[in-house]
């Protein structure tokens, strides 16, 4: 079981050292100048989808596009939650049921009251 979590451990310190290493690769690089360095005002300019941005580039928008991507994430994570259980199904019997059962309830409850507040309309 140790040899499990080593196996993790060594993991997750590959994890940290990987984006780091690229980190200080580039500002190795930087100091030793092989790494351009030639600020421009359209380098520092917003762009977005090919159009140049018209007015301030830190607009606003409406809430409802937040809460829809939450809504669709919360769904999303329930199927891969449901994903394990289904594969198993056969090992877990009735108490894995059971328990998808009430997780999937409570997902409903949720998907109701964000039905009846009109939360899934698009604006």
Not at 10 to 17: K, S
Not at 92 to 109: Q, R, S, Y
């Amino acid at each position: 079981m140790l040899e499990a979590y080593g196996r993790v451990g060594f993991l997750l310190i590959l994890a940290v050292l990987f984006p780091l290493a690229a980190i200080l690769g580039s500002f190795a690089f930087g100091l030793i100048k092989l790494r351009p360095h030639k600020p421009d005002q359209v380098k520092a300019d917003t762009y977005e989808c090919g159009m140049t941005t018209v007015g301030h580039a830190w607009g606003q928008f409406n809430f409802r596009y937040y809460l829809f991507a939450l809504i669709f994430v919360v769904f999303d994570v329930e199927v891969v939650f449901l994903y394990p259980w289904a594969v198993a199904f056969r090992q877990v019997k009735l108490f894995g049921f059971v328990e998808a059962v009430i997780f999937m309830l409570i997902l409903v409850v949720g998907y109701a009251y964000a039905w009846r507040k009109k939360a899934l309309e698009w604006p």
